[in-house]
């Protein structure tokens, strides 16, 4: 049973344009998420996090939306850059903690110049 | 120093043969996991150290076997594996107030032969 879900395998995008990953979740006890961006042959590395208070974390070019009642968050990437081009997973956790994370599939992102 | 660091990098084991998997961080993190990532996969969760303490552990094979000898070590002991368990191994860190999201080392490509 995959509680997070991104259904997009891969995504290619023109330098200096807009990416949007998506990513859905079926487990409401979730309350906190996390994208993270994965390089080959490097583990995860943390980009930013929302939590369920909020529907909007902003950071730099980088910016989460959260859509409690349709269970869906996204990440937008603006512009970018071709070192934005790697595997994005977002991940989930309950009680407001990050303990216990469920990952999603991962999206392929490539950014072309 | 905002880095966890894995070794060995890569390991290739016999399925007889006995194995550690090392991680270390120098962040003041009090919780420290083990992941387990299979190609084109999430990673899944294995094991949770909470102050030195196991708090999760999600139904793992006793085959592998973790340890954390202090709260900058934690250690996953490898004995009679399976072909199968060949995976790359994550270990990641994370603040004690649980924000940040958590801190991944670059992982151990483990082949059981």
């Known amino acids: 049973d995959q509680q997070v879900k991104q259904n997009s395998p891969s995504l290619s995008v023109q330098e200096g344009r807009i990416s949007i990953l998506n990513c859905d979740y079926t487990?409401?006890?979730?309350?906190?998420f996390l994208w993270y961006k994965k390089y080959p042959a490097e583990g995860p590395t943390f980009l930013i996090s929302i939590s369920s208070i909020k529907d909007k974390n902003e950071d730099g070019r980088f910016t989460v939306f959260l859509n409690k009642s349709a269970k869906h968050l996204s990440l937008h990437i603006v512009p970018s850059q071709p070192g934005d081009s790697a595997v994005y997973f977002c991940?989930?956790?309950?009680?407001?903690?990050?303990?216990?994370?469920?990952f999603g599939t991962g999206t392929r992102l490539t950014i072309i110049p | 120093d905002t880095e966890v660091t894995q070794t060995p990098k890569h390991l290739v084991m016999g399925m007889t043969n006995k194995k550690s998997l090392k991680c270390e961080q120098h962040?003041?993190?009090?919780?420290m996991y083990w992941y387990k990532q299979k190609a084109k996969k999430p990673p899944e969760l294995m094991f949770v150290y909470s102050y030195e303490k196991l708090s999760i552990n999600e139904s793992v094979p006793s085959r592998f076997s973790p340890e954390c000898p202090n709260s900058s070590l934690l250690n996953l002991h490898l004995h009679a594996l399976q072909p199968e368990d060949s995976a790359l191994y994550l270990c990641a860190s994370s603040q004690e107030d649980r924000a940040g999201g958590q801190y991944f080392g670059p992982g151990t490509r483990l082949t059981v032969t």
């Open positions: 991940a989930a956790s309950a009680n407001f903690g990050n303990e216990k994370l469920t």
């Open positions: 962040m003041g993190h009090r919780a």
């Open positions: 487990n409401s006890m979730f309350d906190y």
